[in-house]
């Protein structure tokens, strides 16, 4: 009697489990799982966020080994690539890509010492000056570009490689070259200094680069504005330091078999505030509000890798949901 009683709770319990799991596929675009998750104490919940974050970092990590592998095997060309795949925005991604691809890092050493130079080889390959009416430094830039070009067989991208409606004009393409100039005119030790990254203000000390002087007085190359500094910001100094910074260290970390790396990585993450972006006003609503950088790119995976595929039963909250159902029945 008590093997039929025990066979009909556990049937009863597997019929529970597959209606809470329909109920969460049914309800995995608006994160039903949300209020579950936030009153997770802090320990479980960490438990759940580290093991999202991990599988996030293997993807990353494979992006990673492809650059590196693209760059044969220099780790300081790998930065430099991941760098401009980091500078703006998703549109973009691919157009900064390949002008770094034109313009590599070895010749942007070579010629760092050189006033404007970089400035010269990026605005000169990206295409974008042919877009805006010329003054006297623009002009100045397409001469010492064509030197440039000639020099190392520089070929530039055709304009139209650019996404550039409806962007900010902090996050046009024309002042994040500007700033990635003046961030690669600093010093040759940038991949040491990345790795050295430990807090917040490590990370916006080293990339909260500002513009050269022109650029306080122009948004878009030719037209005048208002004088203000144009300066990397504390928001896109952070998107930096979670994209790059940990990512590169995690990665130096794993290929070096060096677990203070790997641990400095997953630290910083823990420092950096957590993103603003429409995922994790989402996961607002739906309950959850991440506490930092380490949180938030572990439900940005929850919310990319599983959410968005209806994945309720294979992801760690799901899971964790459906395996306390006997306890709640």
């Keep these: 009697m008590g093997g039929a009683t025990d066979g009909r709770n556990g049937g009863k319990a597997g019929d529970a489990a597959q209606r809470m799991a329909r109920r969460l596929e049914a ?31 293997q993807r990353k990590m494979r992006t990673v080994e492809a650059l590196r592998t693209e760059a044969v095997e220099n780790w300081n ?97 024309v002042l994040r070259l500007a700033q990635a100039a003046e961030f690669f005119a600093q010093d040759d030790f940038l991949v040491e200094r990345t790795m050295a990254c430990r807090t917040e203000e490590d990370v916006r000390r080293l990339f909260g680069v500002e513009a050269s002087d022109y650029w306080k007085t122009h948004f878009i190359p030719g037209s005048e504005s ?23 260290q995690f990665a130096y970390g794993s290929y070096t078999s060096s677990e203070r790396l790997r641990d400095s990585a997953l630290a910083l993450l823990e420092r950096l505030p957590a993103e603003d972006n429409r995922y994790m006003r989402e996961w607002a609503a739906a309950g959850v509000r991440p506490r930092n950088a380490f949180e938030s790119q572990a439900l940005l995976q929850l919310a990319t890798e599983y959410c968005a595929a209806h994945r309720c039963t294979e992801c760690p909250v799901g899971r964790r949901i459906l395996r306390e159902i006997p306890e709640m029945h």
């Design 27 to 57: 309800r995995a675009g608006e994160h039903a799982c949300g209020g579950y998750l936030a009153a997770l104490d802090p320990l479980q919940r960490t438990e759940i966020c580290t093991a999202l974050l991990f599988d996030r970092l």
């Design 77 to 173: 060309q790998t930065f430099y690539l991941l760098y401009f795949r980091t500078l703006g925005d998703r549109r973009n991604q691919e157009a900064y890509l390949e002008l770094a691809r034109r313009v590599p890092y070895r010749i942007v050493l070579r010629e760092r010492r050189v006033p404007h130079a970089i400035e010269a080889m990026l605005f000169g390959a990206s295409g974008l000056l042919e877009l805006y009416r010329h003054d006297e430094y623009t002009l100045n830039l397409r001469r010492n570009f064509e030197h440039l070009a000639a020099k190392y067989e520089i070929k530039p991208l055709d304009a139209a490689a650019w996404e550039l409606s409806e962007i900010r004009p902090a996050n046009h393409p």
């Design 226 to 248: 208002d004088a203000r500094p144009k300066r990397i910001g504390a928001f896109k100094a952070n998107i930096i330091g979670i994209n790059l910074v940990a990512i590169l």
